[in-house]
């Protein structure tokens, strides 16, 4: 799978703690794209970058945070203050055309509280 | 904001049978408008897409039909095969804006053999 990575594929967190998913692309894409999905509810938006050193929240940001530092990067961390953080979360990104070409998505993180 | 409704969310049909997926969507401005396919454990993968200049496209098996005054657009699958069991997802978004996709909440496709 090239283009866009996701990692790591399974992630444990402990209550009380932050966690860092990674998301890397090759694309050349502009846009990226945080989604949580939870069996029934299709894929919620998390945050979203157009561009570097850019991001907006979307439908559910609270308890999570995001950096754009470099074009091929965009990791979400998972804070503490995220109650229900259990859920498998996909890393997307576009040309920043969406309208165009639709997105990639990575393959996918699965976090688990434990 | 953009409201994408999907239905059914599961549907099982028999092999070489027909399945469709409706959605409906809420803003009159939308003018892009793809399906995903998610397989098991996998990433959601475009499947086929649909602009507003066209009311229907065609790629082998899949179609899908728009009908802008209605605000709605569905997926057909025909002569369905077991390898086209998965959870599809459709989404809708406009050209100008945060060129972002929203999403159906899914449809689980169930192909018996």
């Known amino acids: 799978d090239g283009g866009i990575t996701q990692s790591p594929k399974y992630l444990f967190r402990k209550e009380g703690q932050n966690v860092t998913l990674s998301c890397e692309q090759n694309l050349n894409h502009d846009a990226m794209y945080w989604y949580r999905q939870d069996p029934g509810q299709g894929l919620r938006l998390i945050y979203y970058?157009?561009?570097?050193?850019?991001?907006q929240k979307g439908d559910i940001a609270e308890g999570y945070s995001v950096s754009r530092e470099k074009k091929e990067s965009f990791p979400l961390t998972v804070t503490s203050a995220q109650k229900n953080p259990t859920a498998f979360y996909l890393c997307?990104?576009?040309?920043?055309?969406?309208?165009?070409?639709?997105?990639?998505f990575g393959s996918g993180t699965r976090l688990t509280v434990v | 904001g953009e409201n994408v409704e999907q239905h059914p969310s599961t549907l099982s049909v028999q092999e070489g049978d027909s399945a469709v997926i409706k959605c409906t969507y809420s803003?009159?401005?939308?003018?892009?408008f793809p399906w995903y396919k998610q397989e098991l454990g996998k990433r959601p993968q475009l499947i086929i897409d649909?602009?507003?200049?066209?009311g229907e496209k065609k790629d082998q098996r899949i179609a899908v039909t728009l009908n802008k005054t209605a605000k709605h657009f569905s997926l057909h699958i025909t002569e369905t095969q077991p390898e086209d069991s998965a959870v599809y997802f459709c989404a809708a978004s406009w050209q100008t804006g945060a060129n972002n996709l929203f999403f159906g909440t899914g449809t689980r496709l169930t192909v018996i053999p």
């Open positions: 970058s157009q561009i570097v050193n850019d991001f």
């Open positions: 997307a990104s576009s040309t920043g055309t969406a309208y165009l070409f639709g997105y990639t």
């Open positions: 803003d009159s401005a939308s003018n892009y």
């Open positions: 649909i602009r507003s200049n066209v």
